[in-house]
């Protein structure tokens, strides 16, 4: 599934091929490609970094944001894949096995998706926070709305990892997918967005 497709999907609440994994990896799109742009927009402003320093942390972002991008088509797929590998046969001992190999097979990338979604919404709020205090004081706004998102952002897709734990099987990939987890929650813990007023 493409980006765009993805994201319009998000947006009619009839549809439920996609979710909140999706929704959590385009929020966190969104917070790179606003982080970029405050980046920018702090180009020769003279404002505690240099111009490159600036140009490299809004190339990061736009990175960021498209990696994110797609991200949200992978987390959609993924549970495209959830879904076909439940509907298939069951009924020999042969198709039941294939059966089950399939279902945790797509369980198992159901929960790494968004893991890896994640892990690109902590790169995200560490570029806010790069940029926190010595970036253009007119982008403070769009810097804040980066943060939140990409606090949203992680905070949904750590949701949707843990949602599809259960079902997986094999504990060695559980226990590997939960250190994952709280090694990204450890790296934010302390990282909040500092209000306007």
Do not use: H, W
Request: charged letters at 20%.
């Amino acid at each position: 599934m493409d980006t765009v497709t993805a994201f319009l999907q998000v947006l009619d609440p009839g549809n439920n091929s996609t979710g909140g994994g999706t929704a959590s990896a385009l929020a966190g799109a969104m917070a790179a490609a606003l982080a970029a742009m405050v980046a920018r927009l702090s180009v020769g402003k003279g404002l505690g970094a240099s111009d490159t320093v600036y140009r490299e942390l809004s190339a990061t972002g736009e990175t960021l944001s498209a990696e994110l991008a797609a991200g949200a088509a992978r987390d959609a797929d993924a549970f495209a894949a959830v879904t076909a590998a439940y509907r298939l046969p069951r009924e020999t001992p042969e198709q039941k096995a294939e059966r089950a190999q399939a279902v945790q097979a797509a369980m198992i990338n159901a929960a790494r998706v968004p893991l890896d979604n994640a892990g690109m919404c902590v790169q995200t709020l560490e570029l806010a926070g790069t940029l926190e205090g010595r970036s253009n004081p007119d982008a403070l706004s769009d810097l804040q709305c980066a943060c939140y998102l990409a606090r949203a952002g992680l905070d949904g897709c750590l949701a949707n990892v843990a949602i599809n734990l259960p079902a997986i099987k094999d504990p060695a990939v559980v226990s590997a997918i939960k250190e994952q987890v709280r090694v990204l929650r450890a790296l934010t813990r302390g990282n909040g967005c500092k209000e306007t007023a």
